[in-house]
């Protein structure tokens, strides 16, 4: 058996580790009992990982000596709403999960984002476990606190931030991901190079078939995006500063998804991160601040793993530049009407660009559109 690889993420008293490798899923019950003894626990996930996986989690936590009920959402972006927030709250309290108790989200960002979210109120806050089962979860998502739910006017519009008391990442899982489904995820790995790590970014160029396939690749892939995110959150927190790079493409995808109406058939997360990161770094070469080959590099090379890189490439389109524009104007990093956007003076040195213009990117979107 693989050893696992164990990242923390230092912030003081609710510091906490990162597990990563193969076949800890069997084992998370264990983990959670060395966390929590005696805690009830309350797995929030959705029909489709409790299909796949759940049995074997169960089994872990009864293993343990640990009591525990399943809250159960359906599948994709559409339960980040306030209608099913509710009934994972109602059902959290039904279950008489106590504050010492502990909210175990197992499922991919979505159930991340919501367990996060309803752990963060029930009872004023209650302690939660992360058991992330996609990739994007496992490198994004699951880490730094960051939980919420969508607004009818955009998306992670309400939430709040509340740390987990650990990470379980089992790498084996993401076996049963769909191939569209991994490779959305890698999206984020790219982030990580693309944000200040520019030797990882080419060791991806290298190695981005052997993530893909598994192994060792796959768990040093995740471990070294997670040691980024990681040392990011524990210099800020709550996005006061340099971790609003983490955005990189997020702006544009963020728009993208909304126009889509969170049409998980024409555009999932990762899928319009991948294009906005393009966007972000086609943008930043026409504002003069990057030569042309870099959007070129990462465009070549997203698109050889096989994600979408154009306006184009998004089924049904994605709108004109104006409602582009009205979904980017909704995003949280606005600040007194002021656009704030992730660009970059090239691979592995983006930097936070505030009181963009927003005619510039109106311009600069309608081009795009035009040659979609």
């Not at 800890?24 to 489709?48: I, K, M, N, Q, Y």
Request: proline letters at 4%; glycine letters at 12%; a neutral charge.
């Amino acid at each position: 058996m693989t050893e696992p690889t164990i990242v923390p993420v230092a912030l003081g008293e609710r510091s906490y580790d990162i597990a990563i490798g193969p076949g800890l899923l069997a084992g998370a019950g264990a983990r959670v009992a060395a966390l929590a003894p005696g805690a009830r626990v309350a797995v929030v996930t959705d029909e489709t990982v409790a299909r796949l996986h759940l049995p074997t989690l169960a089994a872990g936590l009864e293993a343990a000596g640990l009591k525990h009920a399943a809250v159960t959402v359906r599948p994709g972006e559409g339960s980040k709403n306030y209608a099913t927030f509710a009934r994972v709250c109602d059902e959290l309290i039904a279950a008489k999960i106590e504050r010492g108790d502990i909210v175990l989200a197992f499922g991919g960002g979505v159930v991340g984002d919501l367990a996060g979210f309803a752990a963060a109120v029930v009872r004023r806050g209650m302690r939660f476990v992360q058991v992330p089962t996609t990739l994007l979860a496992q490198v994004d998502s699951s880490v730094g606190g960051k939980t919420g739910i969508n607004s009818p006017h955009g998306k992670n519009l309400v939430g709040a931030f509340h740390q987990p008391s650990l990470v379980i990442a089992d790498t084996a899982v993401l076996d049963t991901l769909s191939p569209r489904e991994f490779r959305a995820g890698y999206a984020e790995v790219a982030k990580y190079g693309l944000i200040d790590d520019e030797p990882f970014f080419h060791w991806l160029e290298r190695s981005w078939r052997e993530v893909l396939a598994g192994g060792a690749a796959r768990q040093t892939a995740i471990a070294r995006s997670c040691r980024s995110k990681a040392a990011i959150v524990a210099r800020d927190e709550t996005e006061t500063g340099d971790r609003a790079l983490l955005n990189l493409g997020h702006t544009f995808g963020h728009a993208l998804e909304a126009v889509t109406r969170y049409d998980g058939n024409r555009l999932v997360h990762g899928e319009g991160v991948a294009i906005g990161m393009v966007l972000a770094h086609e943008f930043s070469a026409r504002q003069g601040l990057c030569p042309q080959e870099e959007p070129s590099r990462v465009a070549a090379h997203l698109a050889a793993v096989g994600l979408p890189t154009r306006l184009g490439e998004v089924p049904g389109g994605v709108g004109t530049a104006d409602e582009l524009m009205a979904a980017i104007t909704q995003d949280k990093k606005v600040r007194r009407g002021q656009l704030t956007f992730i660009l970059t003076r090239g691979i592995g040195r983006s930097f936070i660009a505030r009181d963009v213009d927003p005619e510039a990117v109106r311009r600069f979107l309608a081009e795009k559109l035009a040659e979609a």
